[in-house]
């Protein structure tokens, strides 16, 4: 368990610094851009590369990469053979995408946003930024294939820290534009091809300086790394054959959310849209990011390991624990963030109203915390198994529930409520997702001590109530909507000036959530208390 939280904690320490980075580097963005017509041009443009990406390898990295890697350590070399073949191979074929995607920008905006309120004129901003945006795939999946590996051999520091490399390169290139240039720029003909070249190269070049820090690390992962064409007989047909299943479900994902992106298209311009589901995700992947992959990871290892050596009963006592353990941190975290909604929106909008809006969209998202933190473990579960067909299921089920969703909300709710409508349907579809998975892994190995983390659920539930009840009660006495926290200010202080309100609304939420947990006690609380001391001192 030490060997856990130390892991743990270096893991959340880079990925807090990361994403709070990140969050600066999200409100500059929106200061440049505004938060409508350019903005929504531009989410949609830096947004092709990740789903990219996502389609020919994360799904693959995560779900068969990591096991395999971590069986390739018994061969007689040490896994070096098969990650050599294995990166050669997918160089090539991240190559190839990226230069066949570049070509195909224009075809590209048009599946994601052809209902843009813009017409022609933001349909061809989104282009000219994709231009530049998509050659980030190349380096997301090589970035991508340095970290598993390195995850793979229980080596988290640089996976997680070099993404601030790439915050820190951004934050500098958004400020030296505002100092250049008048910002917001909202207008569509004030993006000059220079203009658009700057951010351009400020997003991609931010991707490859991550890539190249991850880089410099590389020994630390005790393999030698060198081209190898010979892709074959070391078990790479394997892969092939358990990253089918993943390829085709992430397929899948990507093609409900071409419907759901081009669905809020017709909102864009009008009220939330394409950037402000952005940005809300933003907000509610943090603490995902922080708590539910820097303490899932290391045990996604560990479970992998039990499942090598058929140690079956470790390793469901590996679920029931991390299950819990990430329990007691989500539900507060969903607690703070739904009561701060509003604030924590005003980061990314220009004015009260606009958070307003905003802010329903953050909720819809934020209802989602509490199964997909349950559903990172279950799901990888079958994939330490090596089943990838069975997530395929029960996923092409959640798409197929977003799909059904995103167009009823295009259908029978007003364009303000769009955004909202989808991300709601998005939560509603994970909620059943992660109820069949957990069905389909107890049919697959029995019991998942589910008595004992449900009722822990319970007990962390009760208290988060509590927590946000006095955190609403808190937020209305610094004034609700109409606070200082919700300027009108159009300036980047007038954004910033909702942070010590999140930070006042959050703490007081934060002390009551443990009292409460104290007065139940729960045993829970003391791993909480002990890796949360782990994480402040990395």
Known sequence: MASLGRSSAMIAAGTMASRVLGLVRTVLLVQVLGEFFVGDAFAVANGL?????????????????????????????????????????????????????????????????????????????????????????????????????????????????????????????????????????????????????????????????????????????????????????VGLSEVARLGGWTFAMVIVAQIAGAIQSNLVADASGVSPAQLSMNNAFLVYILPYSIIVLSIGTPYFTRISEHAAAGRKSELVDDIDSSIRTLGIFIVLATAALAVAAVPASRLFTSNADSALQVAPVLWAYLANLIPVAILFIVQRTFYVYGDTRTPFYFTVLQQSIVIITAYAAYWFLPKEFLAVGIAGGQTFATIVQTVVAILLLRRRIGSLHSRSWLTAYARFIVAGIAAAAVGWVTYELLGGSHSWMVSNDPSLVGKLTALPGLAIIGAVAAVVYVLVLLLLRAPELRVAIDTGKRMLRR
């Open 49 to 233: 590369p990740s789903t990219i990406f996502n389609i020919i390898s994360a799904g693959v990295l995560t779900a068969v990469f990591v096991p395999q890697i971590v069986k390739s350590r018994q061969h007689e070399d040490g896994g070096n053979a098969f990650v050599s073949k294995l990166f050669t191979l997918s160089t090539v074929v991240l190559t190839v995408v990226t230069i066949v995607a570049t070509i195909a920008a224009p075809l590209l905006v048009l599946i994601y946003a052809n209902k843009f309120n813009g017409g022609a004129a933001q349909i061809a901003l989104a282009t000219a930024f994709a231009y530049w945006c998509i050659p980030q795939v190349l380096f997301y999946g090589l970035f991508a294939l340095v970290g598993e590996t390195f995850n793979a051999r229980k080596v988290y520091g640089p996976y997680t820290w070099a993404p601030v490399v790439n915050n820190v390169f951004s934050i500098a290139g958004l400020a030296l534009f505002m100092a250049m240039f008048e910002t917001p720029m909202t207008e569509m003909a004030d993006w000059t091809p220079d203009r658009i070249a700057f951010i351009g190269i400020v997003t991609t070049g931010g991707i490859i300086a991550q890539f190249l820090v991850l880089l410099l690390f590389w020994r630390r992962s005790g393999l030698t790394l060198r081209p190898d064409f010979r892709w074959r007989g």
